[in-house]
């Protein structure tokens, strides 16, 4: 199976996230990504293979090591002796401020000595500083075209360090040629170590005698008892059919679990319903997903011959609240699902109460007379349970997973995104700040926080903690209260 397009994002030393990791800054040296270059290379030479002639390979890091980058894709250059080429990508993302790829770099050891050719490089250093970490010779960069990749630096438009270059493959890649030739070469050897026979002719076949070849490949036409033969093929270990993995079910039209669902949120006929699947074939259905058509058919028609480990997006987990719908929605795949589902289960709010639902304690959620009037409105339409919380401006959009109880509401996210929303909505996040490199008692927990480092020397560092809990609230909160 090959693929047209193909997302190659390889593991990195991830030094291009230094505003958010400060410790890279204690961590790094220059010759960090030495020991990823191999192992980028590998990824992106496999990649290239599965892509179809004609198609393109995005290559990306959050690097800013030329080794890890230009490094990698100049060796692919190189070895793919022009079946394959650089792609300038820069007019399709119009407003991205980035710099051109370079040409030019220096390797290091770790020691943090730079060489400008393999042969300044002491022996004991060949096996960190290899020849294929090195730049193209000035006369030869032209050729290829490095600088259409792109490097995006953390000060250019406040973000963090990446690396990214596109490539199309052009024609096929020379150890495909290599290997379709070897095999033909292969197959006429094999055939001609089968030895010439007498030809004996009987009365409705042609039998071939002779010796086999080494390996024990019959070619032979046998017609008849075979007991005669000097030759028994050694058998075969049983493959075991599938993989140890979970099975992936996908919904018929008679599920049992999705006429409730579908009622209960007004989902749109429109919504693919066999594109929904459990990983569980017996039982209760905890959770259940959301994927594409192409992704179905390639799961259906693959199951015993490809391991997938996990596919689609958590759309309906299992709540059990006896009194509504046994499934309420997750704010993990609510980006899918929130078009189909229908009115009855939506609630505009105001900002000010998204803003008082994210910075509530989730035990006790705000009640409805501390909300907006047209946020109380709303709610009136809505019954207990499970719904989609909308708000709306001409700034932002956001779809969020509420719980509409009997007289309060809640938001339902994961804890570890409410500072992101309230960051998005301009609330005070000042509240949930520390500084890393304080130094202070131990913990109420009894967690020690590490006071190895201190602010001298060291840029402020902030960084944002909320308390720590699966979610921001439950379904259980809601039995348990008697919402």
Not at 317 to 335: A, I, T
Not at 443 to 465: P, R
Request: aromatic fraction near 8%; proline fraction near 6%.
């Amino acid at each position: 199976m090959k693929f047209d397009r193909i997302l190659c994002d390889v593991p990195c030393t991830g030094d291009g996230t230094l505003r958010k990791n400060p410790d890279i800054w204690m961590k790094w040296n220059a010759a960090n990504g030495n020991n990823m270059h191999g192992l980028q290379f590998r990824i992106l030479r496999r990649g290239l293979e599965m892509v179809n002639i004609g198609g393109r390979i995005l290559y990306s890091t959050c690097s800013l090591n030329p080794i890890e980058n230009e490094a990698v894709i100049h060796r692919i250059l190189l070895e793919m002796k022009g079946a394959v080429e650089l792609v300038d990508v820069s007019h399709l993302v119009p407003g991205l401020k980035f710099l051109p790829g370079v040409s030019h770099w220096i390797p290091a050891s770790k020691d943090n000595v730079g060489y400008n050719t393999f042969d300044e490089v002491p022996a004991k250093y060949h096996t960190q500083v290899r020849p294929q970490l090195f730049p193209p010779k000035s006369e030869e960069a032209s050729q290829f075209h490095l600088e259409k990749c792109l490097r995006i630096l953390p000060h250019l438009q406040d973000t963090g360090g990446f690396f990214v270059a596109v490539l199309e493959k052009r024609a096929a890649l020379p150890f495909e040629l290599k290997c379709k030739s070897d095999s033909h070469a292969a197959l006429k050897k094999d055939l001609g170590q089968v030895c010439s026979a007498d030809k004996i002719q009987s009365d409705n076949s042609t039998i071939f005698k002779g010796s086999l070849s080494n390996r024990g490949e019959a070619n032979a036409e046998l017609n008849g008892d075979t007991k005669d033969s000097n030759f028994e093929p050694v058998p075969k270990r049983k493959r075991l059919l599938g993989f140890r993995e979970d099975p992936f079910v996908f919904f018929d039209d008679n599920e049992p679990v999705w006429t409730s669902i579908r009622e209960f949120y007004d989902v749109s006929p429109d919504l693919p319903k066999n594109c929904l699947l459990t990983r569980c074939l017996m039982g209760k259905k905890k959770n259940i997903y959301f994927t594409s058509p192409a992704i179905k058919d390639l799961v259906e028609s693959n199951h015993d011959r490809i391991k997938i480990i996990n596919t689609g997006v958590k759309t309906f987990v299992r709540c059990d609240y006896k009194k509504v719908c046994d499934f309420r929605l997750s704010q993990e795949g609510l980006p899918s699902i929130a078009p189909f589902i229908g009115p009855r289960r939506r609630i505009r709010i105001a900002k000010s109460d998204l803003l008082l639902m994210l910075e509530c304690d989730p035990k006790s959620p705000p009640q409805f007379e501390t909300l907006d009037a047209a946020t109380q409105e709303n709610i009136k339409d809505v019954d207990v349970g499970c719904c989609l919380l909308e708000y709306r401006s001409e700034e932002l959009n956001l779809d969020l997973t509420g719980w509409r109880g009997k007289c309060s509401l809640k938001v339902y996210i994961p804890s570890s995104d409410v500072v992101h929303y309230i960051r998005l909505l301009g609330g005070d996040v000042s509240k949930y700040a520390f500084d890393k490199f304080k130094k202070e008692p131990a913990e109420k927990d009894g967690a020690v926080i590490d006071t190895n480092l201190t602010s001298e020397g060291h840029m402020e560092v902030v960084e944002y903690k909320v308390p720590v809990e699966k979610e921001r609230s439950g379904a259980t909160d809601e039995s348990n209260n008697g919402e």
